[in-house]
């Protein structure tokens, strides 16, 4: 019988084998920073600003603000580069939901318990269903989550040109046609472009190092990366863009040449990268809560008025290292203080029935 313990669990849905080598830390490093830039991109987002000091603060900002979707990009492509040799396991996932839920609920209670929230009973049943009116990622992460099984299959009877041009019809339908002709074909539908970042994470996987001696240059995917993310900033300073979309070219350059890179660099297995890259999903689940979202920037923080401090610059970064800090710190004492103890007892008490049954 499977055991269940935290540190099982942390990881993607989809997991390695037991009997497989410690998953090095370079991916999981990556994953921490994606969260990073999904934290900076809240900051910038839903900081309310109004005005600045300086152009340099409304620059600070405006880089801040373009990470976010990289950072979404990112995590699907570590969990589709994973999940091709992995096998499916319903307890990972019925746990994503339970977190989920744990999290929307007691931070609805102690909104309302604190004066912070009015309490209303369709708010609780809300935050008892909190894919239906919030983590819009989570919803999309599941449902991908669930068709992988069925998309391995795919992937494993097409061929490698198959598959390339699988991955360029979609892009096409998403990237380009979008863009030229103004019409979403797909309705914004954040699943069906996880799917597509699945394919192209599955094909790196397959065939990356024999697709191009390009995508093992970590000195071509380093340039590469800071270009197409130095060229989103520029342009959102100059056009005033204020956020890119998922499907932006820009933005899925930034993301694969990042992840390209991360991919080669070797970092042996580090428990202290491994740990904090499980909080991962915590952190989102903390700091982008409706309520917490609305408490946070624009009051705790007080972002508007910030943006007027000379030091901008300087305490932008830091605050959000302190969220991020935070956060891990939060979902660590509930994973290793709640969650561990909780499912020993589940194990324990699994396993009496498993013998008293085997014994009868």
Same mark, same amino acid.
């Given at each position: ?22 998953r090095q830390s370079n991916l999981e490093l990556l994953r921490i920073i994606a969260m ?17 000091s300086s152009p340099l603060n409304e620059i600070m900002v405006k880089f801040m603000v ?22 499916? /396991? ?5 746990? %994503? ?120 240059? /970590? ?53 202290? %990268?491994? %740990? ?31 943006a007027y401090n000379n030091l901008f610059a300087l305490y932008a970064p830091l605050i ?23 499912? /020993? ?16």
């Amino acid at each position: 019988m499977q055991s269940y313990s935290p540190e099982n669990l942390a990881q993607p849905a989809f997991s390695q084998n037991a009997s497989t080598k410690p998953r090095q830390s370079n991916l999981e490093l990556l994953r921490i920073i994606a969260m990073f830039l999904i934290v900076m991109h809240h900051f910038a987002c839903h900081g309310l600003f109004d005005g600045f000091s300086s152009p340099l603060n409304e620059i600070m900002v405006k880089f801040m603000v373009v990470g976010g979707k990289v950072g979404v990009n990112i995590f699907v492509l570590i969990s589709g580069y994973f999940m091709i040799n992995s096998k499916f /396991k319903l307890s990972k996932l019925l746990m %994503i939901l339970l977190q989920t839920t744990v999290y929307a609920f007691f931070i609805y209670i102690i909104f309302v318990i604190s004066g912070g929230a009015a309490f209303d009973f369709g708010e609780l049943v809300l935050s008892l269903l909190p894919l239906l009116n919030q983590y819009w990622f989570v919803t999309a992460y599941l449902a991908m989550y669930i068709l992988a099984p069925y998309m391995n299959i795919l992937i494993a009877h097409i061929t490698r040109r198959q598959h390339i041009s699988l991955i360029g019809f979609l892009l096409v339908l998403q990237m380009v046609i979008p863009q030229v002709f103004k019409i979403d074909l797909f309705g914004n539908s954040m699943v069906v472009w996880f799917l597509t970042l699945y394919l192209i994470a599955t094909y790196l996987r397959k065939y990356g190092s024999e697709s191009s001696k390009l995508l093992d240059s /970590k000195i071509f995917m380093l340039i590469a990366f800071i270009a197409s993310y130095a060229l989103m900033a520029a342009l959102n300073c100059a056009f005033n863009i204020v956020q890119y979309d998922t499907r932006d070219i820009l933005c899925v350059l930034s993301a694969i040449t990042l992840f390209c890179l991360f991919r080669k660099i070797n970092i042996k297995s580090n428990k202290f %990268i491994n %740990i904090v890259a499980s909080s991962t999903l915590g952190i989102y689940l903390i700091h982008d809560n409706n309520f917490i979202r609305g408490w946070l920037w624009p009051k705790l923080i007080n972002c508007p008025s910030l943006a007027y401090n000379n030091l901008f610059a300087l305490y932008a970064p830091l605050i959000c290292i302190a969220v991020f800090v935070v956060c891990a710190i939060i979902e660590l004492i509930r994973k290793y203080l709640i969650e561990k103890p909780l499912f /020993k007892g589940v194990n324990r008490l699994l396993e009496k029935r498993r013998s008293k049954k085997l014994n009868e």
